[in-house]
């Protein structure tokens, strides 16, 4: 009886455990595979080839991109070097990625960036919030940007209990900001468990000076997380759940789920166009490449792409990576150049999946597929192995 006892449970362990991997591989999309078509007319923009995490841009065309990210579990192309924030101004013909000088007392050497968000006060002052991970922790570093010497003035660090695993962050003000922790733990192990388990503890926190508040709860790994233009939406991406959350702001802060825009890909970091308020998302079709990092079969990329009025449709634009990317949520920010006009040249840049540097587009294509207040801002890049084709926008309806 004790021995038909003991293969029971292992049995019933057994089974166990093959569901949990299954689910787990159906999370990370292991088994899906894209087929890479190189776009012409694109350039490297020299000085971040090991990567960038995120972006930001200003209403004058001024992006802000963090670079140097080291996330447990999954390789760094320089883990011995800083992280470190880039400037470059898309006003320009041939922009440049230019290091932004950090003021001293700020520890360089354990900067390790992550999601950053750009906030301009009534006087123009610009605020830069980045999350960064020194010595595997979580802080959210406070700087302001002084543009004649292309400096960062850091004001403060913030801590706090509810900020445990930040990935990304979205600023409402000069000192607060709404934060996605995209694992309740940080150790790998334990965040390995959390992953492989399904565990939903994943949430996003309102931070204040005056008031710190879990928000929403109940993601797989909250990702990335934006604004709507009119500020009445918050945006959150859940990575292992391949959707993007829209949920409404209310005058207390608190959130509440309008929708959810369900996608057949691990959506990473979310840009919101200024104008049109579309959304333009970074993602990883296949998840299990990033954990393996096998330099003969390299993770890819895409650019979903979602209508304010909350249909979505899905633009291929896929990439096979040329190096290692860095890092789990290393979208790639591609630049598109759209001549003189500064405003087209802004609505080019987007988030666009795992990260191994940024390419600049010289030409608009396939414009006639895509709506002409877009225009296809952002297509990703690296070793020029990328896909953009206009008849693979498929719209459709969600309920």
């Known amino acids: 009886m004790g021995k038909l006892l003991a293969v029971a449970l292992v049995g019933i362990a057994a089974a166990l455990v093959a569901e949990r991997l299954m689910a787990f591989r159906n999370r990370l999309n292991a088994s899906r595979e894209i087929a ?21 841009i200003l209403p004058n065309g001024l992006a802000f991109i963090s670079s140097g990210l080291k996330y447990p579990g999954l390789k760094s192309l320089a883990p011995d070097k800083p992280g470190e924030i880039f400037l470059m101004d898309l006003n320009e013909d041939n922009p440049r990625a230019v290091e932004l000088r950090i003021s001293r007392g700020f520890d360089l050497a354990s900067f390790n960036p992550h999601g950053i968000s750009t906030y301009v006060d009534r006087d123009d002052t610009v605020y830069l919030f980045v999350v960064n991970h020194p010595h595997q ?25 509810l900020l445990t695993s930040v990935n990304d962050i979205v600023a409402m003000g000069p000192d607060s900001f709404y934060a996605t922790n995209d694992h309740y733990f940080f150790d790998f192990i334990l965040m390995f468990l959390e992953m492989f388990l399904g565990l939903t503890w994943s949430n996003v926190v309102y931070y ?3 008031e710190v508040k879990e928000v929403a709860a109940g993601f797989y790994s909250a990702n990335g997380i934006n604004v709507s233009p009119d500020r009445k939406y918050i945006y959150v991406a859940d990575v292992f759940d391949h959707n993007v959350h829209v949920m409404e702001k209310h005058a207390n802060w608190n959130l509440t789920h309008v929708k959810t825009l369900q996608l057949d890909t691990l959506v990473d970091n979310l840009s919101i166009d200024p104008h049109t308020g579309d959304i333009w998302t970074g993602c990883h079709p296949n998840g299990m490449k990033l954990f393996y990092n096998d330099p003969e079969n390299l993770p890819a990329s895409e650019v979903p792409f979602g209508r304010r009025h909350w249909s979505l449709g899905y633009l291929c634009a896929r990439k096979l990576l040329g190096s290692n990317p860095p890092g789990p949520a290393h979208p790639e920010h591609p630049l598109g150049g759209a001549g003189g006009d500064t405003r087209l040249r802004r609505q080019w840049l987007c988030a666009a999946g ?5 390419r600049l587009r010289g030409k608009i294509a396939h414009r ?9 801002r952002a297509i990703a890049h690296l070793a020029g192995k990328i896909c953009c084709r206009g008849k693979d926008l498929i719209p459709w309806e969600l309920t």
Request: aromatic share 4%; proline share 6%.
């Open 36 to 56: 890479p078509v190189t776009l012409p007319n694109c350039r490297l923009i020299k000085g971040i080839e090991t990567g960038s995490e995120d972006i930001d």
């Open 137 to 161: 922790k979580s802080t959210v570093e406070l700087f302001k940007f002084v543009e004649d010497d292309n400096s960062l003035v850091h004001l403060k660090t913030i801590r706090h209990d």
């Open 354 to 358: 795992n990260l191994g540097g940024i």
């Open 208 to 210: 204040s000076p005056k």
């Open 368 to 376: 006639h597929s895509l709506p002409q207040s877009s225009l296809l």
